[in-house]
């Protein structure tokens, strides 16, 4: 099994962002899968989870503004995210349900 995330970097607050896990060694299309992030000195949160393809559930500080959708034909789920916060800088991890896996993070920084 291998989560592999993408797509982080630097932007100005009120900007988007849209970040990649592609995924492969298992049946992506039939895997609840999510986001967490983890910002310095914090625990790791959730984000969001796709529990199917049609149905996520958000934490309350993303929701509105962050949309977790997957190609279940690219085998990659995405975290588009709109209107960011400066609380929101955070390292951001994919990871796999049931059993569990975790991707390697990537990097999001938002400026004010």
């Known amino acids: 099994v291998q989560l592999q995330a993408s797509g982080g970097g630097l932007v100005q607050a009120g900007g988007s962002l849209r970040l990649s896990c592609a995924t492969s060694?298992?049946?992506?299309?039939?895997?609840?899968m999510g986001w967490y992030r983890q910002a310095p000195g914090k625990e790791r949160e959730w984000v969001g989870i796709?529990?199917?393809?049609?149905?996520?559930t958000y934490a309350d500080s993303v929701k509105g503004r962050f949309t977790i959708s997957r190609d279940n034909a690219k085998n990659t789920l995405y975290l588009q995210m709109d209107s960011l916060k400066p609380e929101d800088t955070a390292v951001y991890y994919c990871k796999k349900f049931n059993p569990d896996y975790w991707g390697q993070g990537t990097q999001v920084t938002v400026s004010s």
């Open positions: 796709s529990h199917s393809y049609d149905y996520t």
């Open positions: 060694g298992f049946t992506f299309s039939r895997s609840p």
